[in-house]
Structure formats: structure tokens, C-alpha cells
């Protein structure tokens, strides 16, 4: 026999203690013969722990162990751990221990698959085998504590008795509309179910059905009755040879013994006989040492109620040559998944024909469809993703066909919705080309050819609807809607240095300063040179000695200072008509000051300058050329935005194709740098990267305005008998609010468009640059004048000589000194000073030199 083979002593070498086996075969299943047969066993070769292979279909022993070993205080290990699930609860001061997974602890990887892929609804089918009514409170009890929020939509208990009336049976099953069906029952009865559910078409790739390990029995022998696709939770001991089995079990035993020996430097006795049992004691203490026992690498940590605290499982379903295959494994809490779960693709990937299944296209842009990478720790997608794969070489092995990744995003929940409400299953898959679709030499790529060629059933994402789209594959009702919009960057625009000049024109400065001022300084000097208490026409003698000395350099002095508000030395006139002109200049500055100040902040603070355009039929698109610089725009190509623009307006297509964008993310980095001045696409796509634009630099103009307006659509084969089905869906989420709240939970942003497309901010060195240069001018003429006047003083002056001409030049100095200055008249205590002759020969040198 193959269980008297695995105890050879020569396996057991390695272990602490020797090992004395007992091979015991029960070949009888009555239970009174059974306990019979092991109390003999017990009695008779006095045994410490018992060894046993708990297979699938020996519940009855297992359960008659459980009984004798709560009696009698044996630890029984079972090396399988196929009882686990009858074995619920166990018998009071049991010391049954079982390398396996409880149902429990089975639920719990079920449903980790089943938020794996998203099967948030499904139906419970169970018979009345023993347990039942356990698995369905464990289910109830996970339910209640998860954050995933499952819906359980029926839960059935049928009799599945073979019998000539199944009618009944067969009318509920054709009640269930949950495409996730768990089921618990024998095998024997899972055989017979699964051929009612074929023929109320329960079956194939639109279906899921999860077994418990119980149900699934010997996985070395198939049921012809299970269907392809099958899934199941094992451990993963099932692919343990039976000799590796038995020998973790008596290391179990052997190392517990150490454990005891250790702590009290003896073995105990063997366990009691049936007729004498008892409980308590060193037995006990024996069992609890087995609790935690570690061997070759292997954690054997038992809980209370003796099954393993982290056992090791596996997710298995059955492929298409009827072998179960390994497709997950759960392990220290995580569970790593293989991509698809459920065989539902041949060798190269060809999908399965079935009236509740769809394969679904699509294509990554944000917020549409958002790609991810799996969680490195455990392989799997988080909450509210799904997985999606990225096809690869169809060439390649099934296990390198594709890529596992998540997709999220506000498509994605409407395709979820959809799935839920219209009652299909799907897979997902990113198009290999990653366009929208479009006719490339009479042939369509992207997700259009996708569905034109019947490699999917649907697909969805930022996908337009248009006219050429139209007459090949069918569209849904619009679920989002949008056009063709224009974005651009807010530019922080320039100062000219002549900013503080720009709040008047040229011609209102030359009145102000050359015709204004200097006209008005003429009228108050002549008024003031005829007034009675001014001059006499005489420049050189006031009418009165010491009298006012008003000139024109003093007039045009005193309205300059009164334009600017200076507080300097002035001279006022003493005329009335003077006075008079001289308030009305003053009334003119206040106002002319006033409306300079008033419309100065407008010109000197740095406005960030954005693009406005009318439209796609706007000059700055028509005629680019015509703007120095040349007009940069462009659109993602392979697009209807470029179609679009391509049929309506071929210049500005052809002007476009140079400065197109791979990507929008490139697109966005490319007006941000300043490579491009305008992005054509998409508005809702555009709304949305302007909404989420950090720094809020990106806008679209118009604030959003749309032209071409249009919508995104799901599209489907052509008569395809879902089509109706997803417009109701589509038209009722609109009414409920649902696509309300996905939009405001997808495509909002913090940024809002400026109605006034402009933005001010502080002034800056650039602001008042033209100030500083007028500034340093001056300082750099004066400079000159400086240097100048310094040549010719110490110079100049003395190497010029004396000569009728150098006096009349020294007469004109003297005028235009006086006419700006006046003259000073030196008067001294000892007697009245003459006035002063024009003739300068006459004067003293000293006085003379005063005038030089």
C-alpha cells in the first residue's frame, strides 16, 4: 500500500525523536465499527498521536476522530486538510489538528478574488450538506465587516437529490441574474447541478462559479460536469506527494515531543484507552506543545480551534485540456493573481463566443481611463481599479501575451455601472496602437478597429462620435459632452521701458512740455514785464533799485514745479495777471497729474497675456504666417479633432502636421515651455488638464468655449443587441444624477478659467525699468555737463585771449544769466551802490571776474 510505504524509518532519520509507526486502514464506514476499530488500535499498541489522511472523501472519519480524540486526549493531525470544512466547529476539547485551510479562512480568499476582478454581486447556491448553513453565516459575517460593499443578490438552498422531476431546480436556477455564482454542496452533488445549470445555459465564460475546496473532491479525477473556467480555493499542499505529507505530519508529533521533553525532561505516556478516557493533565500539555512548530522552513502555528493561522492556498481553476491550473496564490495575507483568472482566451489569446461576455477596448487618457501599475507587494489592483491588460507578440507564450495593469477612471466606473445594471461580464483590454481610431490606407486602427473587426464587443473611452464613425460600427447615446476647444498658456507678457510714458500719446507730451509749458511761461513772464510793480522793458534795471527781478528761467522753473509738486526755491510773480495764469497753470496740473496717476498702475503692472481666438475660422489659424512669429498650434493626429480640421479647413491642417503632439502630456509640456502657443483637442479632455494644471498656467480660452460641439459614445458593433440596453442605462444614470456625480468626481478642478483672461501681479524691477534708465540718462548727462563745465574753467578759460569778440561773448553769458537768474544788487553800509552800467570794460577786475 502506498500509506505503508511513506513510513519508512529511513525518512525519519533527521527527526529529534525516534519514531515508532502504526499503519491502521479502515476500509469500513459504519460508524459503530469504525470507533470500535480505532479504540482497538489505541488500546492495543498504545499510540501518542494519530497520523491521519484527511482526503476530500473521508469527512466520516475525520468527524468519528474529532469525536475520539475530544475523549481521549490523542492529538490527531490531518495532513491534508480535507475535512476542515465538516469539521466546523469541532468537538469540545478536540485535539484534532489539520494542515489545511477552514472554510473561513476559504471565504476570505474567494471573496480577495472576487475584489480582485471586481464581481462585487453575486448569488450563494448550497445544498443541505453539512455545513451549509455554516458557509452561509461565514459569508453573511464577511459581508457585514468589509469596506468593498458587496451585494448579494440571491441566496439558494436547493435539494439536489437525482430523481425523474427536476422541474423545480431547474426554475430556480433560471431565476439567478448574478453572472458570480459560489456554491457549496458535495461533489457528487455539484456534478448533478452543473448539468441542470447547462441546460438552463448557466454555463460558459459569462458565468463565474467559486467552489470551496470540498466541493471540487479529488482534483486528480475531473468531473465531466464541470465546466471550463471553473475556480476553486485549495491549499497548497495538493500538489504534495502523500510521503511528504506524512512525513510533515510526524515531524508535527516529533518536534512536540521534543518541545515537552525539553520543559519537563520526559515523554508522557500514551493516550488513554475509549473505555478509560480521560482529558487534561500532561496530555494536554503534549498538544499544546504541537501548536507552534516550525520544520524545514515551514510555519505549523495552529490557532485554538487547531487550524493553521496562515496557511498557504492557492486559486485554481480548470483550463481547457480539464486540468486544473494554478492561477493565484494566497499567502501571509496577500494574494498574487495571474491575468485572466478564468481561461477565457485560446493559446493566442483569441476571446470565447458567449451571449453574457463582453471584451471590452479602450484607451488611456486622463480622466477617462486611468493606467496603473499592480501593487508590487501582492500583484494585485486597489480599490476602485480594475484590472486591464496591455496585449503583447501574439506570438509569444500565453504567459507573456500580456501585461496586467489597472484602469480607473470616470469611463471606467460608467463601464462598471453598466455592467451591473445591464447584467454582462467583461474583460478589458488597452489597444495595442493606443489611437481612437482612424482610416489609414483603408484600414482602421485604434479602438474603431477594434470593434469594425470584431476583435471587441465594445469600446469605451474619450472616444467621439462622428459621422465617418458612425456608418461602420454603432454608438451609444453621448454620456459626456464635449467638441473641440483651444488651450494656451498664460504668458507673463513684457514692460516696455516707456511704460510710465504710455498713459499719454506722444502728441499730448509735446503740447504738455514744449507747446504748453513753454507758452504759458512766455505769457506769465510778459504779463509780469508789463505790470506796474514788474520790470520797465529793462533787463538790466528794475524800474525801482532792489525791485522784482521775474525772468523767463524763473516762470518756466515755477510751472515745472508746479506739474511735479516739487517743494523747491521759487520765485512767485508779483503781476495780479500773473498770479491769475499761474493758478489756472496749477488747475491744469492737478488735473493733468490726476489722469496720469489714475491710468499709470494700468500700464506699469505686468499683465500674464492670453491668446483669445474666435474660433477654428480665426485669423490667428487661417493665416498664421501673417503673425510675426509665425502662429504655432497643432492637435493630437489619428483623431476627429484632426479629422475635423482637416475636411473644413486643409491650410491650417497643413500648417498644423509640423507642430503636432504625440501625446497630450507632451502637448501641455510643450506650451509650458513655449514650443507651442496653441493645443487644438478634445474640450472635455482639455477642461479637465486645465482644471488640474498645477500653477493653474494652462487655460483654455473663451473659459472653455466649445466649438463642434459633439459627445463621447460608447461604441459597438454594428446591430448589436446590446446597444439598446446601454442607451436605457446610459439615459438613466443622466437622470438619477449618477453621471453628475462622476463628473464631479472625475473631471473638476481646482482651477477656474478668468473671465477677464488676465491676471495682475506685483511690480517688479521690470515694472519700472523705463524710470530707472530715464534716470540713469540724466545721471550720465549730468556727468557730461560736469565734465564740461570743469574743462572749460580750469581749461579752456585762461588760454583764450582777450579780444573785442570774447567781450561780446561775455555779454551774451551775462544776459542769459540774468534772464534766468535776475540781477543781485550788492549793497554796503558805507554807501549806496550806482546801478550797474553796461559797459563791462568800466567795472572793476574784481567785479569783473565775478561775471567770467
Not at 571 to 584: A, F, Q, Y
Request: hydrophobic share 40%; proline share 4%; with cysteine.
Amino acid at each position: 500500500m502506498e500509506i505503508r510505504g511513506s513510513f519508512n524509518r529511513e525518512t525519519y532519520q533527521d527527526l529529534p525523536i525516534q519514531i515508532n509507526a502504526v499503519t491502521v486502514i479502515v476500509n469500513n464506514t459504519n460508524p459503530r465499527s469504525l470507533i470500535t476499530h480505532i479504540c482497538d488500535v489505541l488500546t492495543r499498541s498504545r499510540i501518542h498521536a494519530v497520523i491521519f489522511e484527511d482526503d476530500i472523501e473521508s469527512e466520516a472519519v475525520a468527524q468519528i476522530l474529532d469525536f475520539v480524540s475530544a475523549q481521549v486526549s490523542a492529538p490527531v493531525i490531518g495532513m491534508s486538510g480535507g475535512s476542515t470544512v465538516v469539521l466546523t466547529p469541532k468537538e469540545q476539547h478536540s485535539t484534532f489538528l489539520q494542515l489545511g485551510a477552514s472554510m473561513e479562512q476559504q471565504i476570505k480568499v474567494i471573496f480577495k478574488v472576487m475584489e480582485e476582478y471586481d464581481w462585487g454581486s453575486f448569488a450563494i447556491i448550497t445544498s443541505f450538506f453539512p455545513g451549509y448553513q455554516e458557509f452561509i453565516n461565514h459569508i453573511q459575517l464577511f459581508i457585514e465587516t468589509s469596506y468593498f460593499g458587496w451585494e448579494v443578490e440571491q441566496t439558494l438552498t436547493l435539494e439536489m437529490i437525482r430523481n425523474e422531476d427536476n422541474s423545480k431546480t431547474k426554475r430556480l436556477l433560471q431565476q439567478i441574474d448574478a453572472q458570480v455564482l459560489i456554491l457549496y454542496c458535495s461533489r457528487e452533488e455539484a456534478e448533478y447541478l452543473f448539468e441542470l445549470a447547462e441546460e438552463v445555459n448557466l454555463l460558459g465564460p459569462g458565468y463565474i462559479w467559486i467552489l470551496p475546496s470540498i466541493t471540487v473532491g479529488n482534483i486528480e479525477r475531473v468531473a465531466k460536469q464541470f465546466p471550463v473556467g471553473l475556480i476553486s480555493i485549495m491549499t497548497e499542499r495538493w500538489k504534495m506527494s502523500l510521503q511528504q505529507r506524512v512525513r510533515d505530519g510526524v515531524a508535527i508529533i516529533a518536534k512536540g515531543a521534543e518541545s515537552f521533553y525539553k520543559a519537563y525532561g520526559y515523554i508522557p505516556g500514551p493516550s488513554a484507552d475509549c473505555k478509560h478516557a480521560t482529558r487534561g493533565g500532561r496530555r494536554n500539555i503534549l498538544y499544546r506543545h504541537m501548536l507552534n512548530i516550525s520544520w524545514e522552513g515551514k510555519d505549523f502555528s495552529f490557532n485554538k480551534d487547531g487550524y493553521l493561522v496562515r496557511p498557504s492556498m492557492v486559486v485554481m481553476t480548470l483550463n481547457r485540456s480539464r486540468f486544473w491550473e494554478m492561477v493565484g496564490r494566497w499567502e501571509n495575507g496577500l494574494i498574487r493573481m495571474k491575468y485572466p483568472v478564468w481561461p477565457r482566451y485560446g493559446k493566442f489569446q483569441q476571446p470565447v463566443s458567449d451571449s453574457a461576455h463582453l471584451t471590452v477596448a479602450t484607451l488611456e487618457e486622463r480622466p477617462f481611463v486611468i493606467v496603473e501599475e499592480v501593487d508590487p507587494e501582492n500583484g494585485a489592483c486597489v480599490r476602485n481599479t480594475v484590472p486591464c491588460r496591455k496585449q503583447a507578440n501574439l506570438s509569444e507564450s500565453i504567459a507573456e501575451a500580456y501585461t496586467k495593469l489597472c484602469c480607473k477612471g470616470f469611463c471606467i466606473d460608467i463601464l462598471k455601472k453598466l455592467a451591473k445594471t445591464v447584467k454582462f461580464s467583461y474583460d478589458l483590454y488597452l489597444v495595442t496602437n493606443g489611437k481612437h481610431g482612424k482610416k489609414v490606407r483603408g484600414t482602421w486602427n485604434g479602438m474603431i478597429g477594434e470593434v469594425f473587426y470584431q476583435r471587441a464587443d465594445m469600446a469605451i473611452g474619450s472616444l467621439t462620435i462622428n459621422e465617418e464613425r458612425s456608418e461602420i460600427v454603432s454608438f451609444s447615446v453621448p454620456f459626456v459632452e464635449t467638441g473641440i476647444s483651444v488651450m494656451v498658456a498664460r504668458s507673463n507678457g513684457t514692460v516696455s521701458p516707456s511704460a510710465f510714458l504710455e498713459p499719454y500719446s506722444p502728441a499730448v507730451w509735446m503740447m504738455m512740455f514744449v507747446m504748453c509749458l513753454t507758452v504759458v511761461a512766455l505769457t506769465v513772464c510778459i504779463f509780469e514785464y508789463y505790470s506796474p510793480v514788474g520790470y520797465n522793458r529793462n533787463l538790466m534795471n528794475g524800474k525801482i533799485t532792489g525791485g522784482p527781478t521775474f525772468t523767463i528761467g524763473k516762470s518756466v522753473w515755477l510751472l515745472w514745479a508746479l506739474v511735479f509738486n516739487n517743494s523747491v526755491p521759487i520765485e512767485n510773480p508779483k503781476g495780479t495777471t500773473s498770479k491769475i495764469m499761474v493758478l489756472i497753470w496749477a488747475f491744469f496740473a492737478v488735473i493733468f497729474l490726476a489722469s496720469y496717476t489714475a491710468n499709470l498702475a494700468a500700464f506699469m503692472i505686468q499683465e500674464q497675456f492670453i491668446d483669445t481666438v474666435s474660433g477654428l475660422s480665426d485669423k490667428k489659424f487661417q493665416k498664421p504666417q501673417d503673425h510675426y512669429p509665425p502662429f504655432r498650434f497643432g492637435t493630437v493626429p489619428n483623431g476627429s479633432t484632426e479629422r475635423n480640421i482637416k475636411n473644413n479647413y486643409p491650410d491650417m491642417h497643413s500648417h498644423m502636421t509640423k507642430y503636432n503632439q504625440r501625446s497630450v502630456t507632451d502637448a501641455l509640456a510643450s506650451l509650458k515651455s513655449g514650443k507651442l502657443d496653441a493645443f487644438i483637442y478634445d474640450a472635455a479632455v482639455l477642461n479637465y488638464m486645465a482644471g488640474k494644471d498645477e500653477g493653474c498656467k494652462l487655460v483654455t480660452i473663451g473659459s472653455g468655449k466649445v466649438f463642434a460641439t459633439t459627445g463621447y459614445g460608447i461604441a459597438l458593433q454594428k446591430s448589436s443587441k446590446w446597444k439598446r440596453a446601454i442607451d436605457l442605462a446610459l439615459l438613466q444614470f443622466l437622470g438619477d444624477g449618477d453621471t453628475h456625480k462622476l463628473h464631479t468626481v472625475w473631471l473638476t478642478g481646482i482651477c477656474e478659467n478668468e473671465k477677464n483672461e488676465a491676471m495682475s501681479s506685483k511690480l517688479d524691477i521690470d515694472n519700472m525699468a523705463g524710470v530707472f534708465y530715464m534716470l540713469l540718462v540724466a545721471m550720465g548727462l549730468s556727468l557730461l555737463v560736469f565734465a564740461w563745465e570743469h574743462l572749460v574753467y580750469w581749461k579752456l578759460r585762461h588760454h583764450v585771449k582777450k579780444s573785442s569778440k570774447t567781450d561780446f561773448l561775455l555779454a551774451i553769458s551775462r544776459g542769459i544769466y540774468s534772464c534766468f537768474n535776475g540781477v543781485q544788487e550788492v549793497s554796503s553800509p558805507l554807501h549806496v551802490a550806482s546801478p550797474i552800467s553796461s559797459n563791462v570794460d568800466s567795472l572793476p577786475a574784481s567785479q569783473l571776474a565775478a561775471f567770467r
